[in-house]
């Protein structure tokens, strides 16, 4: 028998003569075993239904796919049969619970192209395509793609989970309350935020290795006390949440966050280290104190930020009223930020008088904010938030230019103290601002003391010592301001030479009252003369004050009972009248709050 290429006769324009019945059969072995190399390198498993819906071949990669053995059926077995044998199909084509494989075997015989996505017995994911052919039966294609969905699930777990704590982050967090208040809440549901009090101090005292592992076991806690009713997250460095979606009402989430703070705060041993810290907690309530995540997040960091506020270790609902203190601080971050360009700032200086024999030695620069609205502002109240905002650089750079340009138009060798904020050490430009500062006012740098408090010695040790020493190498000196106040005075004496330590006023305070406070005062003035380093008592507004102090050997004092914080014009009148008798001083200087006389002056 002759066969004919239908698609050249169809192309009329040639005949090539008939094949023989032999090239026929060789032909058609050719194709089969050209079909057959390409079968069986698709990496997809693949077989053909016949009309019938028997299988009429497939490639070892199906047979794989499927746990079949080439010879476990015959080709023109019902291709539902041969699935049936299958391990990997079996359970599921016998069990309603998993309609997915009633899906596979509706689509097999459907008439029009169909995927679907199948998770087998085994756990193995297929991706199976069923394509009908114009002739009668199907191609079906099955693809692996177990490891795909095992990366696509990892990078999802990886996206909405903390990589140390392994805990959910803000992220996924956001998505299960938005769910959680996207429903009817019977109860309500309650949001918590925990920030971990001196987390800090650990990291900077015990390195970042600690801190990790630390976190790692405080997400454990959190997670324990949490087991039964709620989501925990980690929201940020040392921040965690707690979303609670039963039982919110306020007693019971109370004892909840007291018992949280509690366990929170146990020691932590770890690796051979001791470690204690506390928890801060802010609550905010659904759906009274939010109806959506952003109200109800931002109403959580309040309540947080009012906890801290309140001194740390203890825990707050929030409350309308936060909201307002809120916004009356940010009307005053508004304010602070243009007073430099403003020209707000100005300078106070209040003697510091030395007391063998007694004379001044020169005057410490106090920042004042002269604001339109406010009035004279104390740098209590606004230098933390100028901290926070990152305004003391500029503000400490003014101060310094400032107070060195005033002192040298006082009498040598009197000098100006000025005082320095953590931030200004953690700016990088503190030697070249002092610098400058003395550059350009040409006052001698031995008639600079630079005051720093301890908090300053808690934030990077290293890089704060090495910055005091390049400050001591430019002649200025450096006193330790408020001492005693923090947990580890006497160890930040021996870790940097110290020109001077400024007894805090509360030891000067307790004078005559608390025998402790004597004692302190007993105790630092004898370290101070072994280490040769000079002393000033501040807070200073009594006789009794004074006499002791000059009988427990201090070297100089600073207080009301001389003078209080004088505007700078007032310096030149002040040294003066120092030099009369006490009578004729007392006239000349009235003594008056500088706030008010600032205030009066403006008046005039
Ligand atoms: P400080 O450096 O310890 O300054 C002494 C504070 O005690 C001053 O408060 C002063 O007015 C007050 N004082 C002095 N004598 C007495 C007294 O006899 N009795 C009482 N009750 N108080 C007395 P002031 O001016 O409100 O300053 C408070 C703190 O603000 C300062 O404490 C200092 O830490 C900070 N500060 C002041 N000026 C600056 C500045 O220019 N930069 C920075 N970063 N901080 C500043
Ligand atoms: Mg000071
Ligand atoms: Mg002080």
Redesign the pocket.
Same mark, same amino acid.
Do not use: F, K, M, W
């Given at each position: 028998m002759n066969i004919t290429d239908s698609s050249r006769v169809h192309a009329g324009e040639f005949q090539e003569p008939s094949l023989t019945r032999e090239q026929m059969i060789r032909e058609l072995t050719v194709q089969q075993d050209r079909l057959k190399v390409i079968l069986e390198n698709i990496p997809q498993g693949i077989c053909f239904v016949d009309e019938e819906g028997n299988l009429a071949a497939c490639n070892r990669t199906f047979l794989n796919l499927v746990g079949l053995a080439a010879d476990a059926f015959e080709h023109g077995k019902p291709y539902v049969d041969v699935l049936s044998d299958s391990p990997a199909l079996r359970d599921q084509m016998g069990s309603n619970e998993q309609p997915y494989a009633a899906d596979y075997f509706s689509m097999v015989s459907l008439k029009t192209r169909a995927t679907a996505e199948q998770r087998w017995f085994d756990h193995r994911v297929m991706s199976i395509v069923h394509q009908p052919l114009s002739t009668g039966g199907s191609i079906e294609t099955f693809d692996d793609i177990t490891e795909s969905r095992r990366a696509d699930a990892r990078i999802a777990h990886v996206a909405t989970h903390d990589a140390l704590t392994d805990l959910p982050n803000r992220d996924l967090l956001r998505r299960q309350i938005e769910e959680a208040l996207s429903h009817e809440i019977p109860d309500g549901c309650a949001l918590m935020y925990i920030d971990l009090d001196r987390f800090k101090n650990v990291n900077d005292t015990l390195g970042h290795e600690i801190g990790d592992v630390l976190l790692q076991r405080v997400a454990e806690r959190i997670s324990q006390h949490a087991s039964n009713c709620v989501v925990v997250a980690r929201i940020g460095g040392d921040e965690f949440a707690v979303l609670i979606r039963q039982d919110v009402e306020h007693g019971h989430v109370s004892m909840f966050a007291e018992r949280l703070i509690c366990g929170l705060s146990d020691s932590y041993t770890i690796r051979g280290h001791n470690v204690v810290i506390g928890a801060s907690i802010g609550i905010a309530i659904a759906p009274e104190d939010g109806a959506n995540w952003a109200e109800l997040a931002k109403h959580a960091d309040l309540a947080l930020y009012d906890a801290k506020s309140a001194g740390r270790g203890c825990y707050r609902f929030f409350d309308v009223a936060m909201e307002r203190s809120v916004q009356a601080e940010r009307a005053l971050s508004l304010e602070l930020q243009q007073a430099i360009g403003r020209h707000e700032f100005e300078l106070c200086y209040?003697p510091l008088v030395n007391l063998h024999p007694q004379r001044i030695n020169g005057f $410490?620069? @106090?920042?004042r904010w002269r604001n339109p609205k406010r009035g004279i502002v104390?740098?209590?109240e606004f +230098?933390p938030l100028a901290e926070e905002l990152g305004l003391?650089a500029p503000i400490?750079e003014w +101060?310094l230019r400032h107070a060195c340009w005033r002192a040298t138009r006082w009498p040598e060798p009197l000098r100006v103290s +000025?005082? @320095?904020?953590v931030a200004q050490f953690r700016a990088n430009g503190l030697v070249d601002a002092v610098a400058s500062a003395l550059r350009e006012s040409g006052l001698a740098p031995h008639r600079l003391e630079l $005051?720093i408090?301890e908090s300053m010695m808690l934030d990077d040790t290293q890089a704060v010592l090495s910055v005091l020493h390049r400050l001591r190498r430019m002649g200025v000196s450096i006193a330790m301001?408020?001492f005693g106040t923090g947990y580890s005075s006497l160890s930040y004496l021996k870790m940097f030479p110290f020109d001077r330590v400024k007894i805090d006023?509360s030891f000067t305070r307790g004078i005559g009252q608390r025998p402790e406070a004597e004692a302190v005062i007993w105790a630092v003035m004898g370290i101070c003369k072994s280490l040769g380093i000079d002393s000033t008592a $501040?807070? +200073? $507004?009594t006789n009794a004050q004074l006499e002791f102090l000059s009988s427990a050997g201090c070297n100089e004092a600073?207080?009301?009972l001389f003078s209080r914080?004088r505007p700078e014009q007032e310096i030149e009148r002040f040294l003066a009248a120092w030099e009369l008798d006490e009578s004729s001083r007392a006239a000349l200087l009235p003594e008056r709050d500088t706030v008010q006389g600032i205030a009066q002056e403006d008046v005039s």
């Open positions: 209040q $410490e620069a @106090l920042l104390n740098p209590g +230098v003391i400490g +101060v +000025v005082n @320095l904020s $005051e408090t301001d408020d006023q $501040e807070g +200073v $507004e600073q207080g009301y914080p």
